[in-house]
Nanobody, 123 residues
Framework: QVQLVESGGGLVQAGGSLRLSCAAS????????MGWFRQAPGKEREFVAA????????YYTDSVKGRFIISRDSAKNTVYLQMNSLKPDDTAVYYC????????????????WGQGTQVTVSS
């Protein structure tokens, strides 16, 4: 199967940056679509960004376009989420997710999830 381990969360002031990492293990890493999702207190989990590992095609939700960058390092089986110009509204638990095939924005398309990492942005 697929195991995902996130890291890189923490506390940062508004306007600051953080980089999240998601290390994947399991079969056929290169065929995954991988996504980042987040869940703020009292809110539903929402799509943030996704990448199709085979061709590097990326997708972003509108609220993070121009601020967040999703990327991959195939040699390390790792996907990153570089988060810049962070806002208090970005505060959430961030989850990495994987599926075989194309990356999508739908939560229910992803069968494999990491444990989540907390990101807190202070004003």
């Amino acid at each position: 199967q697929v195991q995902l381990v996130e890291s890189g969360g923490g506390l940062v002031q508004a306007g600051g940056s953080l980089r999240l990492s998601c290390a994947a293990s399991g079969r056929a890493y290169s065929t995954y679509g991988m996504g980042w999702f987040r869940q703020a207190p009292g809110k539903e989990r929402e799509f943030v960004a996704a990448i199709r590992l085979t061709i590097g095609l990326t997708y972003y939700t509108d609220s993070v376009k121009g601020r967040f960058i999703i990327s991959r390092d195939s040699a390390k089986n790792t996907v990153y989420l570089q988060m810049n110009s962070l806002k208090p509204d970005d505060t959430a638990v961030y989850y990495c997710a994987a599926r075989f095939g194309s990356a999508t924005q739908a939560i229910n398309d992803y069968p494999y999830w990491g444990q989540g990492t907390q990101v807190t942005v202070s004003s």
